[in-house]
């Protein structure tokens, strides 16, 4: 079955960076969009970054815009997530996801998401 499984939060300090992993299993993950969600206690889900299943394609939040970054290695299976300019409003569990239709669009809509991991949690200190 399909396997996503995030790696990489933690605990840092206002301004500090961290990269976030997700390795994914039991799919053909070159042809999927993947995307990171992130969701605070109290609060929904909401949408962080999305990239094409070439990697050609990124959209992010404004939210987050100029201070993470999406990328993906089709070799290894994995989809990244560099954080710097870390923010205390940035805490949350932190999800990567895979698009369920194989060469589907890069898309903020959690509902075109089929796959999910676990959950990464990242804590921002101010």
């Known amino acids: 079955q399909v396997q996503l499984v995030e790696s990489g939060g933690g605990l840092v300090q206002a301004g500090g960076s961290l990269r976030l992993s997700c390795a994914a299993s039991?799919?053909?993950?070159?042809?999927?969009?993947m995307g990171w969600f992130r969701q605070a206690p109290g609060k929904e889900r909401e949408f962080v970054a999305a990239i094409g299943w070439s990697g050609g394609t990124t959209y992010d939040a404004s939210s987050v815009k100029g201070r993470f970054t999406i990328s993906r290695d089709n070799a290894k299976n994995t989809v990244y997530l560099q954080m710097n300019s870390l923010k205390p409003e940035d805490t949350a569990v932190y999800y990567c996801a895979a698009v369920t239709r194989e060469f589907g669009v890069v898309t903020t809509s959690t509902y075109e998401y089929g796959y999910w991991g676990q959950g990464t949690q990242v804590t921002v200190s101010s």
């Open positions: 039991g799919l053909t993950f070159s042809r999927h969009a």
